[in-house]
């Protein structure tokens, strides 16, 4: 599923928004520490809020992480930036 995020950061937080053909998302609690992050996607899913604990790994313009959340696992995701 491709997934838009917009991303802002300031210094080592950040927060951010995602949308999708499924509904529309928030990010906070963002941080980055070297080339890790973390954070939580608040993800609107057909109308209903469901929070994902982000975590992932920096490499240039690519992100790569797992979503996780208790009722849906663990989701692996890839994100490249837009040039």
């Known amino acids: 599923m491709e997934i838009s995020v917009d991303l802002k950061q300031s210094g ?7 949308s999708s053909h499924l509904g529309n998302g928030k990010i ?8 890790l992050f973390s954070g939580v996607l608040h993800a609107d899913m057909q109308g209903q809020i469901v929070d994902f604990k982000m975590d992932g790994t920096i490499d240039g313009d690519k992100m790569t992480g797992t979503f996780s959340n208790a009722s849906f696992g663990s989701i692996p995701f890839t994100a490249t930036k837009d040039k």
Request: proline share 0%; aromatic share 6%.
């Open 12 to 18: 080592a937080d950040f927060t951010g928004g995602t």
């Open 28 to 35: 906070d609690g963002g941080k980055v520490s070297g080339k």
